[in-house]
């Protein structure tokens, strides 16, 4: 998988004497000739910004879309899900570290073309840019993205959030939904001490340019045991969503396994998420879910006025459909926030590269 990229020119930045200025992200990277921006991923040559990474292919899978998780968002289908190596974040817990904390630039060539190609060909809905950081390989996923609306494929981001409002707009014609990504439920001191980043106050903008710009958005919360799970920083983030998003945005609880740099700690105790809901339900929050957790009653989404099932899930597959073709409950008539409807027909998990 391993090959010289000479690299593409990037997009979003500036020339500063023999420096330049990259603005994709909040990092805001000041970056020196022959030298990288903190993602590892984009380099200064001769005062102009490359991206290394574009068409670098490090996984390409068929997954159902409950696994980014979005489960408001075409519920049912399969997106095609792709990614590189690099991150803007230095996640001491992350599971895909193996991707987003490589320094060497691997990935096999593939262009936008051939990507939604494949996507059509085994049988996906849309395209996902996850798996590490997607604000990274940003050139790429905006081309790629551009041709798949032009073929009906939905686009969709996983991201932590920290790309700039410039760069949200830019792609927001062709961005359908994104999962924007909390760990620590926001906390800064956990985000220095367990994330290298600074300030995570960043993040709350891009979720108001999301919704400006109207892309779906769904928002999750890794819960990390005794560093990560305070009830207060969840309260806070929830009352946040509720009064900037609406209470109609879908909230993930995610379920913390040992992993990375931490695997001294134990998973999160299930007692711990289902507590986190219960406030995150208090302070309004409509669509409240536990993740990792297959079969707990809180992967399933209930009415918001009368809690009527909705729809039955177990872990990433739906196993009962209980809404009305116009997306209200079949029981008080509710207006159930989902896009796009039921698919009811997923192509089998695959995976390309």
Known sequence: MRSENKGKIAMFWKRMDSVVKCSLCYRMCTIKEGKRGFCGVRINRNGTLYSLVYGKITAANIDPIEKKPLFHFHPGSSTFSISTVGCNFRCQFCCNWVLSQETEIIGREVSPETIVEWALKYGANGISYTYNEPTVFYEFAYDTAKIAHSKNLYNTFVTNGYLTPEAIREIAPYLDAATVDFKGSGDAEFYRKFMSVPDPSPIYESLLELKRNKIFTEVTNLVVPQVGDDPDNLRKLARWIVENLGPETPFHLIRFYPEYKMLDFNPTPI???????????????????????????????????????????????????????????????????????????RTSWLSII
Do not use: M
């Open 271 to 345: 007692s711990t998420l289902e507590k986190l809901a219960s406030i995150a339900k208090s302070e309004g929050l409509q669509y409240v879910y536990i993740g990792n957790v297959p079969g707990h009653e809180l992967e399933n989404t209930y009415c918001p006025s009368c809690g009527e099932l909705l729809i039955a899930r177990y872990g990433f597959t739906i196993h009962k459909w209980n809404v009305k073709d116009d997306n209200r409950c079949p029981k008080c008539g509710e207006k159930i926030n989902i896009i796009g409807g039921y698919s009811g027909a």
